[in-house]
């Protein structure tokens, strides 16, 4: 056994609950579980964006408004709130200060000197504290935790107190520190600090009585100094890195765990004390809200989220319990992270959690779900106990045994007894007694002088690397996790090195990643220059562009090797200067290969702060997603899953019956590149499905390296409903037309020629459609049938048909003729959408689709809708294997003809209240018209007898003018507008043909030049009859209201 593992035995000897006692006074003391919040400064994203502060804080208060509703505002109060937002400046080293001396800006030490100075007397006097730091993903959980370079987090600085005290105190106490590292990534826990190779598995998480849960194997290291705990955390932070490019891990969905074990032994009081510190990194708390209507066939199979689920589910009971709820059961045993932090939730521990958000308005969702976790967290109750016990107990008890034993074996001597056995077996027992105690006296010495030389190893590596830095050009790893930028660093040293794989030649550079080959490019460094050629077939990626040869480096280049392993290149110390490199972080890569795709913010966009928020939020998902997309294309390629991933932005308007807010998303386009199917994920299914790809990828490189597939359950074989790569053959939509419904509001007929307008904006297909206003047996209704004012349908009955007839030059069956096509639609408030049925093989399919609508007491919703609202006609595409989508007519209304019955909140559907007073007020409304109709008919008979004698009259005065009797008005305006209304249609097909009118992609520059030719006589001949038709109507109209003021001039 180790000196390290016995020493880890012996402090089991000693320490918790069996031997360990509480202080009275503590038996019963609760103590609530202290929250602090703290707000960082707005990251770049949020400044690009011109975000709003939706945070303030007043005192230990916390507000944050909805951006949205201003009115809406949520307020919090915890034990300490940290404004770190603003107020501060920096220094020469980067040092973040308060502007002005007791400024409100919270800096690192005003942080500690709250809460670390806390957890350190805590442990001190023998409690177990804990320090849990939550937040969603970029928060500033690791900042304030860990801390980046001269602004130190709480753990460095904790460390650096810890010893000073225990310097301070060394006269009236003996102390011993252990420190251990771990990372719980996706339910496995992996020992940061291990120096062996990793376990498959990671460590088991075991339980004993009288410890709890414990991990086993777990190195605990015996630390004296700061630094040395310093060294081991930066030791811990590179097997990190590597852990995560190796297992192609995202460091964000990680918990990091810090364990310090102080064991204080007062001599004088022969008692020992001991505490645990448990000091906690949470992963990122954000969580892919799955758009509920498409929730993935795969649940989130993966326990990536299990151990903050989890966390959450026993916080929500701790805090149920709190305020004297009934819980039957506290979930600890649900995950990993809980089974650890058993004791530090609701168990002998003071534990802080310190809950971080970014004040900006586009987190607001996140931020708020962050406060609301933390006001739960407050409620929980621990019961801290003093772990102290009598502890030289074990060493006293053995001196005590030796005496006696000494004692009885002189009396033996005196009473000249020769009983040889019995002193032999004596003898013996005490020699055994005397070597366990020096054992114990020496054991801690031995460890501390092998962790020593370790940490001198160590030393001497980090000095020696230091060195190289300052001799030599190098890369730099750049992680998503700013944690963990810049910890690995490889160095190119004058002459050829290899990068690769490959580790076995002397002249190699070793890495590992996903997409990265055995020998994957070549460095050269000759006279002070620095080349990098790929090896064929390797991906490299240099500034955002693909290189394929040999390519000399700048100080400051960024490389990407394979899908996604993203290095900053360092040239000589002479070409350094003093730039500042942190602005090469993880989203400058990525901003930079997407712009070499040709998506980006425009350079004029970024500079003014104005960019559209929802646009900057899909700009910053697809750079998000980019490189997952990546490293999903590599893990289908080595897994031979022959599909392949792309990402595309998808415009959200298309399928808004209103045709407004230009809101955009984005989906992954999965093809399959054998039988050419396709598949459209959403953005959370396919962060899910990245998931479950990597759980497959991880099996199946362990079954390569253990080449162990005895078991017949490989990873590549994986039976299809598992699969993560696969999914059922769907119908897709291809892509949406707006049909404009105003037309029937006033009964007129029309007939269009749509275009079909895909995701991206492509014209996917030309679909010509009919609305038809018609009678109730479906026979057209004719020109004498329009309507003035919509408002006379009211309350009547009025039927429709909607007419697909066919689809032309639909681009989903020009790619593959094996596929077919349908429409979907859904008008006004049918529940179910309906569909034409399916034609195959045809690139301009005949539709011939007839549906009768019916409304049959309209109302002024309906009315409102018709002029306001588009019915949506989606494009289906279908593939070979799948079912075609079928009308469901369950919840349907339909006439014994067949004819779909819409509006149904018309008088029928009115409740028995409402039928009652409507039909009361009906009843006086029939009155009122009987009692205008014989007014009208009196007035009417007046009205003849007048305009008999004005013919008369006028007859006799103008002998030679025209007897016919004049249209009236209504009518006049009537027909004008049927004339303006036949017009504007041939206007709204010119419009047609200059939309689709378009270059051909090879044009050459005559050819573009007749192109804009045709296109300015398309446009003259537009607008000429656009201005034709508006001045006749205007003409018709001057017209009318002249006739009408020369007859009303008569008649008055
Ligand atoms: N209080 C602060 N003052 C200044 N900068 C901060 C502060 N908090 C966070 N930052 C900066 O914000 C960035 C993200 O912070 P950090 O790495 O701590 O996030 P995190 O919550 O640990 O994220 P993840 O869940 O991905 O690990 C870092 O560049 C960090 O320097
Ligand atoms: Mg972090």
């Known amino acids: ?96 200060f308060p502007e002005e001396p007791g400024g409100r800006y919270a800096d690192q030490d005003r942080v500690f000197q709250d809460l670390g100075e806390g957890i350190l007397e805590n442990a001190l006097q023998g409690y177990n504290a804990t320090l849990l730091a939550y937040g969603q993903t970029g928060s500033g959980k690791s900042y304030s935790m860990m801390g980046y370079g001269p602004n130190k987090g709480l753990v460095p600085k904790l460390c650096d107190r810890l010893f000073q005290a225990i310097r301070e105190n060394q006269e009236n106490r003996q102390c011993q520190v252990f420190f251990s590292m771990l990372e719980i990534y996706n339910e496995q826990v992996v020992d940061l600090l291990s120096r062996g190779s990793r376990t498959p598995c990671g460590l088991r998480v075991r339980e004993e009585q009288q410890r709890g849960f414990y991990v086993e194997g777990l190195r605990t290291i015996p630390c004296e100094s700061a630094p040395q705990v310093e060294q081991l955390m930066e030791q811990g932070t590179r097997t990190r890195t590597t852990a995560a490019t190796h297992m192609n891990a995202n460091s964000s969905r990680s918990h990091m765990l810090i364990i310090l074990q102080l064991k204080q032994i007062f001599s004088k009081e022969s008692i020992t004390k001991q505490s645990n510190i448990n000091l906690v990194d949470l992963a990122g708390s954000e969580r892919q809200r799955s758009s509920g209507s498409e929730a993935d066939r795969l649940k989130e199979g993966t326990a990536i989220n299990l151990s903050l689920t989890t966390l959450g589910n026993v916080i929500s009971s701790l805090a149920d319990m709190a305020v004297g709820k009934k819980v039957v059961h506290i979930p600890y045993r649900d995950s990993v992270l809980t089974k650890l932090l058993q004791s530090a939730l609701g168990g002998n521990s003071r534990t802080v959690m310190i809950a971080t958000l970014s004040p900006a308005d586009i987190c607001y969702e996140e931020s708020l779900s962050t406060l609301r976790y933390a006001e739960r967290a407050k409620r929980i109750q621990n019961r801290a106990v003093v772990n102290e016990s ?60 092998e962790a020593l030389k370790d940490w001198e190893q160590q030393y001497a590596n980090i000095t020696q690397e230091r060195r190289m830095m300052q001799m030599h050009p190098y890369i730099l790893n750049i992680n998503e996790d700013a944690q963990l930028s810049g910890v690995v660093k490889l160095f190119i040293q004058e002459g050829e090195w290899d990068i690769g794989l490959c580790d076995s030649s002397p002249r190699s550079i070793s890495i590992k990643g996903l997409g990265i080959q055995e020998r994957h490019a070549v460095f050269r460094n000759e006279q002070r220059r620095v080349t990098l050629t790929p090896l064929v077939g390797s991906k490299v990626i240099i500034n955002g562009n693909a290189v394929c040869q040999m390519t000399e480096l700048q100080h400051l280049d960024r490389l990407i090797l394979g899908s996604n392993s993203t290095y900053l290149f360092i040239g000589y110390p002479s070409e350094r200067g003093g730039d500042d490199w942190s602005r090469y972080d993880y989203d400058y890569f990525q901003s930079e290969m997407a712009a070499a795709e040709g998506i980006h913010l425009g350079e004029s966009s970024m500079g003014c702060s104005q960019t559209d928020p929802s646009l900057l939020a899909v700009f910053y998902d697809y750079i998000k997603l980019m490189p997952m997309v990546a490293e999903a294309n590599q893990m289908s390629q080595e897994l031979s899953k022959g599909v392949e991933f792309k990402l595309e932005i998808k415009n959200l308007a298309l399928s808004d019956s209103k045709g407004h807010d230009l809101q955009k998303d984005i989906i992954i386009r999965v093809t399959s590149k054998g039988s050419k199917q396709v598949w459209m994920w959403s953005k959370a299914k396919f962060v899910n499905r990245k998931f479950l790809m990597e759980e497959v990828y991880q099996q199946y490189q362990a079954e390569q390296n253990a080449d162990n597939r005895a078991d017949g359950v490989s990873a590549v074989t994986l039976s299809r409903d598992k699969d993560p790569f696969w999914d059922p053959i769907e119908p897709l939509l291809l892509g949406t037309a707006h049909l404009w419904l105003q037309s029937l509001a006033f009964r007129i007929p029309l007939e269009e020629q749509l275009e079909v307008l895909g995701s991206e ?35 009547r009955r009025m039927d429709f048909q909607l007419v697909l007839d066919q689809c032309c030059g639909v681009r989903w069956i020009m790619e593959a003729r094996n596929r077919g096509v349908q429409i979907g639609f859904r008008l006004f408030d049918c529940s179910q959408p309906l569909y034409t049925p399916a034609v195959w093989h045809n690139v301009n399919p005949l539709l011939d689709h007839r549906v009768h609508f019916a409304s049959l007491h309209t109302s002024q919703h309906l009315l409102d809708y018709l002029q306001s609202s588009a019915v949506v006609l989606e494009l289906w595409g279908l593939q070979e294997g799948c079912t075609h989508l079928k009308s469901s007519l369950e919840a349907v209304r339909m006439t014994t003809e067949g004819i779909f019955i819409i509006d149904n909140s018309g008088p029928s559907e009115a409740s028995d209240v409402d039928s009652a007073e409507l039909s009361c007020s009906l009843r006086v409304l029939q009155q009122d018209l009987e009692e205008l109709k014989s007014v009208n008919a009196s007035l009417r008979k007046e009205n003849h007898s007048l305009r008999e004698q004005l013919n008369t009259a006028r007859n006799a005065g103008e002998g030679g003018r025209s007897r016919s009797v004049r249209p009236s008005c209504d009518g006049e305006f009537a027909r004008a507008l049927k004339v303006f209304y036949h017009s504007m249609t041939s206007v709204r097909g010119q419009l047609q043909r200059l939309r689709r009118h378009r270059p051909s992609e090879e044009s050459d520059l005559l050819g573009l030049r007749l192109f804009v030719d045709e296109q300015s006589r398309l446009l003259r001949d537009f607008s000429e009859q656009l201005e034709q038709s508006v001045s006749a109507l205007k003409q018709d109209v001057a017209a009318i209201v002249r006739r009408k003021r020369e007859r009303s001039g008569i008649w008055s």
Not at 27 to 44: Q, T
Not at 53 to 75: A, E, G, H, L, Y
Not at 394 to 405: D, G, M
Not at 408 to 424: I, P, V
């Open 761 to 795: 904006g492509t014209e996917e297909a030309i679909l010509q459609a009919q609305l038809v206003p018609c009678t109730s047996t479906g026979l057209p209704l004719g020109e004498d049938d329009i309507l003035i004012d919509p408002c006379e349908m009211l309350g």
């Open 1 to 96: 056994m180790s000196l390290i593992a016995q020493s880890a035995c012996l402090l089991d000897r000693l320490p918790p609950s069996c031997t360990m006692r509480a202080k009275a006074s503590d038996m019963h003391s609760k103590d609530c579980v202290k929250v602090a919040v703290r707000v960082r400064p707005f990251n770049k994203r949020e400044r690009d964006a011109g975000s709003r502060c939706i945070v303030s804080m007043v005192s230990t208060s916390i507000s944050i408004k909805d951006p949205r509703d201003s009115q809406n505002r949520r307020s919090f109060c915890f034990d300490y709130a940290y404004w770190s937002h603003s107020g501060f400046t920096r220094d020469h080293s980067g040092l973040y």
């Open 390 to 449: 009598p502890t030289e107990r074990l060493i006293k008890e053995l001196k005590a045994e030796n005496a006696r034993l000494l004692q009885r074996l002189s009396r033996m001597g005196q009473e000249g007894r020769r009983a040889s056995d019995e002193t032999k077996e004596l003898r013996q027992l005490l020699t055994h007694n005397e070597l366990q105690i020096r054992a114990i006296q020496t054991l801690w010495e031995q460890h501390l002088q």
